[in-house]
């Protein structure tokens, strides 16, 4: 799908955080924006999700918290080291 695009497009406005006029709104609006991408990614191959969360401008404070950054961390590693490809 368009997944990888959508992720650019949204790491592209989300170097911008640092001179938007409403920043909390803009933050509601990328984490919003995550989500919305995340969900189409589910049914996707494993690939496009991880070039998807190697957005590093979309996928950091205060976008997202530490902790949400350290539970994605985890996950990508067990998908790469305990999944089974096919």
Do not use: M
Request: a positive charge; one cysteine or more; hydrophobic letters at 50%.
């Amino acid at each position: 799908g368009n997944e990888k695009y959508r992720a650019r497009a949204l790491a592209a406005l989300a170097k911008r955080l640092e001179i938007a006029p409403d920043r909390e709104h803009f933050v509601a609006r990328l984490r919003e924006g995550i989500v919305c991408l995340l969900w189409d990614c589910r049914q996707g191959k494993r690939d496009a999700l991880l070039e998807v969360l190697a957005q590093e401008d979309l996928f950091r404070p205060p976008i997202v918290s530490t902790a949400t950054l350290a539970a994605i961390a985890w996950h990508i590693g067990e998908i790469c080291w305990e999944w089974r490809w096919a």
